[in-house]
């Protein structure tokens, strides 16, 4: 098969895309593992959906290279079509279309689509019956718009905002399609909003700003890295605090944030905690309740793209 | 679904099928549009069998019906070609359907294509029962079919063109008023039902010019009057479709 011959799934170097005089992307650069979920994150407007639009050959880049699947997508369109899935973030429907209709009309344009009936049933689509797409629900077209991405066997699906405005129960069930398609070999690239969502489903997130990749790593990785954690612990009031730091790393701080309770904030790895219960062992202290902090997703996307509201 | 079931097997299928898909799937949504069929079939029918049966206009000598049938005809083709694929392709852009198609595997070229089949199978039908109405109110066309033929598919080109440059270079709500607008303007002043010769001379030569009146005309003298090719018209038409395709080519915004 073809995709086992695909070592890099993306590949973005240097790219740039404005519209008039705004810089949506400055120089962004990206690589996408082939066969896992890649989950793009980032605040509004900091150049998400540009950057999967320019892989889906939608957009031609002002500057820079992108390879998908190892094909140029405005150039060499015809041949990458057909081997990816696009779910828009909205619409892509016939108004006046039925469901199954417009799922059935797409599997058509491939020469090896999934069972539609299937599909209908996997998606919950059944009970959309002979309703027309402008009347039915939020969930129901996010759900039409996702089957419609991968009816057509695609190697790599791209989902801008797959599960937005969706309720928990098709939330979930988008997840579990999602982590099917993997299960499969289908690479995912998914832009989202929702920090659980990167964090449940994603091997790599890549979190944007301002037009550039500002982190890429596995969830794992980002929540350890440059990230501080927490220890949290109580014990007797007014320990000495300065004598416990001098046991510590430079960089560490800690403090008695009311009379018994402690907290100490560095890098919080296996050494850090053993060298915290041993001088509490050293000075009688039984350090109840001892727990480590560690950082979300959401506190690193904060952390790096500041917690200013945009608008 | 078991594993494996999206296993990926990916590739486009055969061009002549996602051409023969696509065309039945926008007819089939044009077909179901109510707006659409007003506009398309119900209008131009009404007007023929209305204005054949009660004396409104004076259409010159001979049965009213010699007179309107063409006129309709060339109507229909308006409705179709113009009115209706702008309107329809104006809201496929706004909603992203043409977006969404641009990813898939079918070419734009092909997606074109099959927009053009489905106008040509409308208008099929169109003419169809325009024709059966007309030959009930005691139409007695004459002159080539190839004629007619000829003008209807230049006519369709010119028409097309011009629709699909207004819906891809205006907002959808725009295209729509201006669409139906339009269709209104051409349909008084472009020889459908009312005689270009009962408006002033100046008027009339600008009138003239327009690819409704062009085609109105030229149907009329193959099938009213007999003439073997209408050349002046055909001509008119001609240009209007390298004018209008060549623009909605350059300037169409599939977003």
Redesign the interface.
């Known amino acids: 098969?073809?995709?086992e011959t695909v070592q890099v799934a993306v590949q973005i170097a240097g790219l740039v895309k404005r519209y008039g005089s705004k810089t949506a992307v400055d120089g962004l650069d990206l690589e996408v593992r082939p066969g896992v979920v890649t989950a793009v994150l980032g605040p509004n407007g900091a150049g998400k959906t540009t950057t999967i639009e320019t892989c889906?050959?939608?957009r031609r880049p002002d500057a820079g290279t992108v390879r998908v699947l190892g094909l140029d997508p405005v150039a060499d369109?015809?041949e990458l079509?057909?081997?990816?899935g696009?779910m828009?973030q909205?619409?892509?429907?016939?108004?006046?279309?039925r469901a199954d209709?417009m799922l059935r009309?797409?599997a058509?344009?491939?020469?090896?689509p999934?069972d539609v009936d299937?599909?209908i049933e996997?998606l919950g689509l059944g009970s959309c019956g002979r309703t027309t797409y402008r009347r039915l629900s939020g969930g129901q077209q996010q759900r039409l718009a996702l089957a419609?991405a991968?009816v057509?066997?695609?190697?790599l699906v791209f989902l801008d905002e797959p599960t937005a405005g969706l309720d928990p129960q098709a939330r979930r069930s988008t997840w579990e399609l999602v982590r099917?398609?993997r299960?499969?070999?289908?690479g995912v690239v998914l832009t989202t909003h929702f920090m659980d969502e990167a964090e449940q489903l994603a091997d790599d997130v890549a979190i944007i700003d301002n037009g550039r990749v500002i982190a890429q790593g596995s969830p794992e990785e980002l929540c350890r890295g440059g990230a501080e954690n927490t220890l949290r612990f109580t014990g007797r009031p007014g320990l000495d605090l300065a004598s416990l730091l001098k046991a510590l790393p430079v960089d560490t701080l800690a403090a008695e944030l009311t009379p018994g309770t402690y907290r100490i904030t560095g890098k919080v790895d296996p050494q850090l905690l053993a060298t915290v219960t041993s001088w509490c062992a050293q000075h009688g202290v039984m350090p109840d309740g001892i727990s480590v902090e560690r950082h979300s997703l959401e506190d690193v996307f904060l952390e790096l793209t500041g917690k200013d509201l945009r608008s | 679904m078991s594993i494996g079931t999206y296993s990926p097997r990916p590739g486009a299928a055969p061009l002549p099928r996602m051409i023969a898909a696509q065309t039945a799937f926008e007819t089939k949504m044009l077909l179901r549009n109510g707006e659409q069929l007003l506009l398309t079939v119900i209008i131009p029918a009404l007007l023929l069998v209305l204005f054949s049966s009660v004396d409104i206009i004076d259409t010159g000598a001979g049965p009213a019906v010699d007179f309107l049938a063409p006129g309709v005809l060339a109507l229909a083709v308006m409705s179709t070609a113009f009115t209706g694929q702008a309107i329809a392709t104006g809201f496929e852009r706004r909603y992203g359907v043409l977006k969404l198609l641009g990813t898939s595997p079918l070419p734009r070229w092909a997606l074109m294509t099959a927009k053009t089949l489905s106008v040509l199978v409308t208008e099929v039908l169109q003419v169809a029962l325009l024709t059966v109405i007309a030959f009930g109110l005691g139409w007695s066309p004459h002159g080539s079919p190839f004629a007619v033929f000829l003008l209807l598919v230049l006519g369709t080109a010119a028409f097309s063109g011009l629709g699909l440059l207004m819906a891809g270079t205006l907002r959808a709500e725009a295209t729509l008023a201006a669409a139906n607008l339009v269709f209104l303007l051409l349909l008084v002043g472009g020889g459908v039902i009312v005689p270009l010769d009962k408006f002033p001379d100046a008027v009339r030569s600008v009138l003239g010019l327009l690819p409704i009146s062009a085609l109105s005309d030229g149907l009329r003298d193959v099938l009213q009057h007999g003439a073997v090719i209408p050349w002046g018209d055909l001509g008119v038409l001609a240009a209007w479709a390298v004018l209008g395709l060549g623009a909605a080519a350059r300037f169409f915004r599939w977003e």
């Open positions: 098969m073809r995709s889906e050959g939608y369109a015809a079509r057909p081997r990816i696009v828009l909205s619409g892509g429907v016939y108004s006046g279309a209709e009309h797409v058509k344009l491939h020469a090896h999934l299937a599909l996997r419609m991968v057509g066997r695609p190697e099917e398609l299960a499969d070999g289908v």
